[in-house]
């Protein structure tokens, strides 16, 4: 069984009387394996009092200064000697972001009695050759990953359109991106554009070029930094990209999102191009998302 809970604005002080769980010499730990639908399995290590029915806990992390506002509770079922397990189903989808793990005990998720896991063996193979496990719209996606403080959390996307970076190549002044559109029909009649960031609505179209695919939905482009420096200003710059559809749809994202990296931004890194006084670089940001940095001398 599975609920989704909206959280308090505030946690309560834990209650009188409520047990925690029976501190391990370890926190707990968790395997947990993703299958071809986005199902994730999860086995807790953990010693628990006879009886006790503790619950896996998944909480969005709120922004800085913000209160929890999502939490996703899981039943843990006896799953051998010291060893309880959950599954999260493909459905419901989880919003987008970053969700921390927990074991709570039956009767509460306060933040006084819940335990944060510790990551195990993460099996992520049905991941690596990049097909969405939810293909209908919005794509959902789901990767496990260790944090920087070395916990278990979920990296989570929920898109209603995405236009999936397959192939980035980095060439002298050019940069040429092989994508497939997901949740947004065929890519004919669409254009590519590169948007300033900040406000100012300088952006820079250019036409895809069509490739051998079922549906489509795939394409390819080449930007030539050369424009995108005449198209811009001076000094720091970031050029976010997207796909735009006739009709005044709402422009779709471009970024790498179908695979089992959670995070992109440090693990890849392009050759920076330098032009005249300006270096321009793609890159990944720190939602996968593919963008171009120009910096001026």
């Given at each position: 069984?599975?609920?989704?809970?909206?959280?308090?604005?505030?946690?309560?002080?834990?209650?009188?009387?409520?047990?925690?769980?029976?501190?391990?010499?370890?926190?707990?730990?968790?395997?947990?394996?993703?299958?071809?639908?986005g199902?994730?399995?999860?086995?807790?290590?953990?010693?628990?009092?006879?009886g006790?029915?503790?619950?896996?806990?998944?909480?969005?992390?709120?922004?800085?200064?913000?209160?929890?506002?999502?939490?996703?509770?899981?039943?843990?079922?006896?799953a051998?000697?010291?060893?309880?397990?959950?599954?999260?189903?493909?459905?419901?989808?989880?919003?987008?972001?970053?969700?921390?793990?927990?074991?709570?005990?039956?009767?509460?998720?306060?933040?006084?009695?819940?335990?944060?896991l510790?990551?195990?063996?993460?099996?992520?193979?049905?991941?690596?050759?990049?097909?969405?496990?939810?293909?209908?719209?919005?794509l959902a996606?789901?990767?496990?990953?260790?944090?920087?403080?070395?916990?278990?959390?979920?990296?989570?996307?929920?898109?209603?359109?995405?236009?999936?970076?397959?192939?980035?190549?980095v060439?002298?002044?050019?940069?040429?991106?092989?994508?497939?559109?997901?949740?947004?029909g065929?890519?004919?009649?669409t254009?590519?554009?590169?948007?300033?960031?900040?406000?100012?609505?300088?952006?820079?179209?250019?036409?895809?070029?069509?490739?051998?695919?079922?549906?489509g939905?795939?394409?390819?482009?080449?930007?030539?930094?050369?424009?995108?420096?005449?198209?811009?200003g001076?000094?720091?710059?970031?050029?976010?990209?997207?796909?735009?559809?006739?009709?005044?749809?709402?422009?779709?994202?471009?970024?790498?999102?179908?695979?089992?990296?959670?995070?992109?931004?440090?693990?890849?890194?392009?050759?920076?191009?330098?032009?005249?006084g300006?270096?321009?670089?793609?890159?990944?940001?720190?939602?996968?998302?593919?963008s171009v940095?120009?910096?001026?001398?």
């Amino acid at each position: 069984m599975t609920t989704t809970e909206h959280a308090p604005p505030a946690e309560p002080a834990r209650p009188a009387g409520l047990p925690r769980l029976t501190p391990p010499v370890e926190r707990p730990r968790a395997d947990c394996t993703v299958d071809a639908s986005g199902r994730i399995t999860w086995n807790v290590h953990l010693t628990v009092p006879a009886g006790a029915r503790p619950r896996l806990l998944l909480r969005l992390r709120p922004k800085k200064g913000q209160p929890e506002t999502l939490r996703h509770l899981l039943d843990l079922e006896p799953a051998g000697p010291d060893r309880l397990r959950a599954v999260l189903d493909p459905e419901p989808v989880l919003a987008e972001g970053r969700w921390d793990a927990y074991v709570v005990p039956a009767s509460s998720d306060h933040e006084e009695v819940r335990q944060r896991l510790l990551p195990g063996l993460r099996d992520l193979r049905a991941l690596v050759d990049g097909r969405p496990g939810r293909t209908a719209s919005p794509l959902a996606v789901r990767i496990p990953y260790a944090t920087a403080d070395r916990y278990l959390a979920v990296r989570t996307w929920l898109r209603r359109g995405h236009a999936e970076a397959a192939g980035v190549r980095v060439s002298g002044h050019t940069l040429t991106v092989r994508a497939r559109l997901h949740g947004a029909g065929p890519a004919a009649g669409t254009t590519v554009l590169l948007r300033r960031r900040g406000g100012d609505d300088t952006a820079l179209r250019i036409e895809p070029r069509a490739e051998d695919g079922q549906g489509g939905e795939d394409f390819s482009f080449t930007v030539d930094y050369r424009d995108v420096l005449n198209a811009g200003g001076s000094g720091h710059e970031v050029w976010d990209l997207y796909v735009e559809r006739p009709g005044g749809a709402p422009l779709i994202r471009m970024g790498r999102l179908l695979d089992d990296v959670a995070d992109r931004k440090k693990i890849f890194v392009y050759t920076a191009a330098r032009l005249g006084g300006a270096t321009v670089r793609p890159y990944y940001t720190l939602d996968n998302d593919l963008s171009v940095e120009v910096t001026g001398d």
